[in-house]
Protein backbone atom coordinates (compact mmCIF):
# COMPACT_ATOMS: atom_id res chain seq x y z
CA UNK A 1 0.00 0.00 0.00
CA UNK A 2 3.34 2.29 0.15
CA UNK A 3 3.49 2.61 -3.32
CA UNK A 4 0.28 4.19 -3.58
CA UNK A 5 0.37 6.50 -1.13
CA UNK A 6 1.62 9.36 -3.01
CA UNK A 7 -0.95 10.98 -5.77
CA UNK A 8 -0.02 12.75 -8.74
CA UNK A 9 -2.56 15.07 -10.92
CA UNK A 10 -1.69 14.57 -14.90
CA UNK A 11 -2.16 17.63 -16.55
CA UNK A 12 -3.84 16.63 -19.89
CA UNK A 13 -6.29 14.31 -17.87
CA UNK A 14 -6.46 16.18 -14.96
CA UNK A 15 -6.91 12.59 -13.01
CA UNK A 16 -5.09 11.67 -10.12
CA UNK A 17 -2.93 8.53 -10.38
CA UNK A 18 -0.56 6.94 -7.96
CA UNK A 19 3.33 8.20 -9.02
CA UNK A 20 4.09 5.19 -10.57
CA UNK A 21 1.57 5.57 -13.55
CA UNK A 22 3.88 8.85 -13.94
CA UNK A 23 6.18 9.32 -16.57
CA UNK A 24 6.95 12.97 -15.15
CA UNK A 25 5.81 14.87 -12.06
CA UNK A 26 2.82 16.34 -13.98
CA UNK A 27 2.18 13.34 -17.44
CA UNK A 28 0.89 10.22 -17.27
CA UNK A 29 2.05 7.09 -19.02
CA UNK A 30 -0.97 7.06 -20.67
CA UNK A 31 -1.22 10.54 -21.99
CA UNK A 32 2.44 10.51 -23.16
CA UNK A 33 1.15 7.69 -25.66
CA UNK A 34 -1.66 9.74 -26.71
CA UNK A 35 1.14 12.53 -27.40
CA UNK A 36 3.84 10.32 -28.89
CA UNK A 37 0.93 8.90 -31.45
CA UNK A 38 -0.56 12.05 -32.08
CA UNK A 39 3.02 13.84 -32.73
CA UNK A 40 4.62 11.63 -35.63
CA UNK A 41 8.30 12.48 -36.03
CA UNK A 42 10.25 11.83 -39.35
CA UNK A 43 13.57 13.05 -37.39
CA UNK A 44 13.73 9.73 -35.11
CA UNK A 45 17.03 8.70 -36.11
CA UNK A 46 18.90 11.41 -34.74
CA UNK A 47 16.72 12.43 -31.88
CA UNK A 48 15.83 9.70 -29.40
CA UNK A 49 18.42 6.53 -28.09
CA UNK A 50 15.97 4.00 -27.16
CA UNK A 51 15.44 1.42 -29.47
CA UNK A 52 12.11 -0.09 -27.73
CA UNK A 53 9.91 2.79 -29.70
CA UNK A 54 8.30 3.33 -32.77
CA UNK A 55 11.08 5.84 -35.11
CA UNK A 56 7.38 7.35 -36.06
CA UNK A 57 6.00 8.29 -32.71
CA UNK A 58 8.72 10.64 -31.14
CA UNK A 59 7.30 13.54 -30.03
CA UNK A 60 8.51 16.53 -31.80
CA UNK A 61 9.00 18.52 -28.24
CA UNK A 62 12.04 15.71 -27.55
CA UNK A 63 13.62 16.45 -31.11
CA UNK A 64 13.53 20.08 -30.33
CA UNK A 65 15.34 19.76 -27.07
CA UNK A 66 17.75 17.06 -28.73
CA UNK A 67 18.21 19.32 -31.26
CA UNK A 68 18.87 22.06 -29.17
CA UNK A 69 21.93 20.20 -27.35
CA UNK A 70 23.05 18.99 -29.88
CA UNK A 71 23.58 22.81 -31.05
CA UNK A 72 25.30 23.61 -27.60
CA UNK A 73 27.70 20.74 -27.98
CA UNK A 74 28.96 22.16 -31.39
CA UNK A 75 28.55 25.96 -30.12
CA UNK A 76 30.98 24.79 -27.19
CA UNK A 77 33.07 22.80 -29.39
CA UNK A 78 34.30 25.57 -31.89
CA UNK A 79 36.74 27.82 -29.90
CA UNK A 80 35.93 31.61 -30.32
CA UNK A 81 38.77 33.37 -32.39
CA UNK A 82 39.26 37.40 -31.77
CA UNK A 83 37.30 37.63 -34.87
CA UNK A 84 34.25 36.26 -33.88
CA UNK A 85 34.79 38.27 -30.56
CA UNK A 86 35.28 41.69 -33.06
CA UNK A 87 32.16 40.53 -34.34
CA UNK A 88 30.12 40.47 -30.86
CA UNK A 89 31.04 44.18 -30.63
CA UNK A 90 30.17 45.44 -34.31
CA UNK A 91 26.59 46.62 -34.54
CA UNK A 92 27.65 48.47 -30.32
CA UNK A 93 30.37 49.91 -31.90
CA UNK A 94 29.00 51.05 -35.48
CA UNK A 95 25.74 52.48 -33.54
CA UNK A 96 28.19 54.24 -31.21
CA UNK A 97 30.91 55.76 -34.13
CA UNK A 98 26.98 57.30 -35.65
CA UNK A 99 26.19 59.08 -32.59
CA UNK A 100 29.96 60.02 -31.85
CA UNK A 101 29.89 61.58 -35.11
CA UNK A 102 26.89 63.12 -34.59
CA UNK A 103 27.63 64.61 -31.10
CA UNK A 104 31.12 65.98 -33.05
CA UNK A 105 29.43 67.40 -36.02
CA UNK A 106 26.83 68.94 -33.88
CA UNK A 107 24.23 66.75 -35.70
CA UNK A 108 23.91 69.65 -38.82
CA UNK A 109 20.80 67.41 -39.88
CA UNK A 110 18.89 68.62 -36.76
CA UNK A 111 18.98 72.46 -37.94
CA UNK A 112 15.24 72.80 -39.37
CA UNK A 113 14.13 71.25 -35.82
CA UNK A 114 15.89 74.58 -34.11
CA UNK A 115 14.63 77.06 -36.97
CA UNK A 116 11.59 75.99 -36.08
CA UNK A 117 11.28 76.03 -39.92
CA UNK A 118 8.90 73.15 -40.28
CA UNK A 119 4.86 72.72 -38.46
CA UNK A 120 4.38 70.01 -35.76
CA UNK A 121 3.83 67.19 -38.15
CA UNK A 122 7.03 67.55 -40.57
CA UNK A 123 9.35 68.27 -37.63
CA UNK A 124 7.64 64.43 -36.13
CA UNK A 125 8.00 63.16 -39.33
CA UNK A 126 11.49 64.76 -39.72
CA UNK A 127 13.17 63.64 -36.33
CA UNK A 128 11.98 60.23 -36.53
CA UNK A 129 13.90 60.10 -39.72
CA UNK A 130 16.90 61.25 -38.38
CA UNK A 131 16.95 58.98 -35.21
CA UNK A 132 16.56 56.11 -37.45
CA UNK A 133 19.39 57.04 -39.55
CA UNK A 134 21.75 57.31 -36.18
CA UNK A 135 20.42 54.12 -34.84
CA UNK A 136 18.94 51.43 -37.20
CA UNK A 137 20.79 52.22 -39.96
CA UNK A 138 23.83 51.76 -37.89
CA UNK A 139 22.67 48.54 -36.58
CA UNK A 140 21.79 47.05 -40.04
CA UNK A 141 25.04 47.98 -40.97
CA UNK A 142 26.75 46.38 -38.14
CA UNK A 143 24.11 43.40 -38.59
CA UNK A 144 25.50 42.60 -41.70
CA UNK A 145 29.23 42.87 -40.82
CA UNK A 146 28.73 40.80 -37.99
CA UNK A 147 27.10 38.05 -40.24
CA UNK A 148 30.43 38.33 -42.89
CA UNK A 149 32.37 38.60 -39.50
CA UNK A 150 30.79 34.91 -38.25
CA UNK A 151 30.66 33.25 -41.78
CA UNK A 152 33.42 31.38 -41.21
CA UNK A 153 32.95 29.95 -37.27
CA UNK A 154 29.16 29.46 -38.27
CA UNK A 155 29.95 26.59 -41.21
CA UNK A 156 32.61 25.09 -38.32
CA UNK A 157 29.96 25.28 -36.07
CA UNK A 158 27.29 23.69 -39.04
CA UNK A 159 30.05 21.08 -39.86
CA UNK A 160 30.43 20.03 -35.95
CA UNK A 161 26.14 19.59 -35.70
CA UNK A 162 26.46 17.29 -38.48
CA UNK A 163 29.08 15.60 -37.02
CA UNK A 164 27.50 15.17 -34.05
CA UNK A 165 24.30 14.31 -35.78
CA UNK A 166 25.89 11.37 -37.65
CA UNK A 167 27.47 10.10 -34.22
CA UNK A 168 24.28 10.12 -32.27
CA UNK A 169 22.70 8.01 -35.63
CA UNK A 170 25.40 5.54 -35.56
CA UNK A 171 25.00 5.46 -31.84
CA UNK A 172 21.30 4.61 -31.72
CA UNK A 173 21.75 2.00 -34.82
CA UNK A 174 24.22 0.39 -32.28
CA UNK A 175 22.24 0.21 -29.68
CA UNK A 176 19.19 -1.22 -31.95
CA UNK A 177 21.52 -4.35 -32.91
CA UNK A 178 23.08 -4.84 -29.20
CA UNK A 179 19.41 -4.76 -27.52
CA UNK A 180 18.18 -7.17 -30.37
CA UNK A 181 21.22 -9.90 -30.15
CA UNK A 182 20.84 -12.89 -28.22
CA UNK A 183 23.34 -12.20 -26.17
CA UNK A 184 21.76 -9.45 -24.41
CA UNK A 185 18.26 -11.12 -23.95
CA UNK A 186 20.28 -14.29 -22.52
CA UNK A 187 21.99 -11.97 -19.92
CA UNK A 188 18.49 -9.56 -19.50
CA UNK A 189 16.97 -12.99 -18.71
CA UNK A 190 19.42 -13.99 -16.01
CA UNK A 191 19.53 -10.36 -14.10
CA UNK A 192 15.71 -10.42 -14.18
CA UNK A 193 15.45 -14.18 -12.76
CA UNK A 194 17.87 -13.39 -10.01
CA UNK A 195 16.90 -10.14 -9.38
CA UNK A 196 13.57 -8.98 -7.46
CA UNK A 197 11.25 -7.05 -8.61
CA UNK A 198 12.48 -4.34 -6.58
CA UNK A 199 13.75 -1.22 -8.14
CA UNK A 200 17.57 -0.36 -7.37
CA UNK A 201 17.45 3.37 -6.90
CA UNK A 202 14.16 4.06 -5.84
CA UNK A 203 12.68 1.31 -3.95
CA UNK A 204 9.33 0.55 -5.24
CA UNK A 205 7.97 -2.48 -5.75
CA UNK A 206 7.36 -2.91 -9.84
CA UNK A 207 4.35 -4.57 -10.37
CA UNK A 208 3.79 -4.04 -14.09
CA UNK A 209 5.86 -6.50 -16.03
CA UNK A 210 6.06 -3.50 -19.05
CA UNK A 211 7.68 -1.23 -16.06
CA UNK A 212 10.86 -3.64 -15.51
CA UNK A 213 14.35 -2.63 -17.15
CA UNK A 214 18.00 -3.49 -17.03
CA UNK A 215 20.38 -0.69 -16.83
CA UNK A 216 23.41 -0.32 -17.09
CA UNK A 217 25.22 0.81 -13.92
CA UNK A 218 28.20 2.22 -16.10
CA UNK A 219 26.82 3.59 -19.35
CA UNK A 220 27.15 0.86 -22.50
CA UNK A 221 28.25 3.98 -24.35
CA UNK A 222 30.92 4.57 -22.03
CA UNK A 223 32.12 1.73 -21.44
CA UNK A 224 31.57 -1.24 -24.01
CA UNK A 225 33.10 -3.82 -22.41
CA UNK A 226 31.32 -3.85 -19.65
CA UNK A 227 28.05 -3.83 -21.36
CA UNK A 228 27.20 -7.73 -21.07
CA UNK A 229 29.28 -8.13 -17.31
CA UNK A 230 26.50 -9.06 -14.73
CA UNK A 231 28.30 -7.17 -12.40
CA UNK A 232 27.30 -3.73 -14.24
CA UNK A 233 23.68 -5.02 -14.41
CA UNK A 234 21.08 -3.46 -12.60
CA UNK A 235 17.16 -4.05 -12.15
CA UNK A 236 14.95 -0.16 -12.39
CA UNK A 237 12.15 0.83 -13.00
CA UNK A 238 11.46 2.61 -16.19
CA UNK A 239 11.02 6.14 -14.56
CA UNK A 240 14.37 5.75 -12.97
CA UNK A 241 15.53 4.47 -16.20
CA UNK A 242 14.50 7.38 -17.96
CA UNK A 243 16.11 10.12 -15.59
CA UNK A 244 19.60 8.28 -15.52
CA UNK A 245 20.08 8.19 -19.37
CA UNK A 246 23.56 7.79 -20.15
CA UNK A 247 24.96 8.64 -16.96
CA UNK A 248 26.16 6.89 -14.10
CA UNK A 249 24.41 6.71 -10.83
CA UNK A 250 27.16 9.28 -8.94
CA UNK A 251 26.63 11.78 -11.61
CA UNK A 252 22.88 11.40 -11.96
Not at 79 to 84: A, C, E, I, M, Y
Amino acid sequence: MNNYTTLLICRECRKRKPSNYFISQSLCKKCAAKRRVQEPNTLRAISHPDPTLDPNTESVTATQRVVKRLHRQAEHAVPRTPRDHLATLTPFTIVAGFWAIGFLCGFPSFGPLRDRSLNWTLEGAYFMFWIGWYTFFPVLIGLWVQSVLNRPRSKKVALRLYELAVERARTISDARAFYASAEWNIVRRLVLREASRKCQVCGKLIRRKSDITVDHVLPRSKFPHLALERSNLQVLCRICNSRKGDRSLSNT
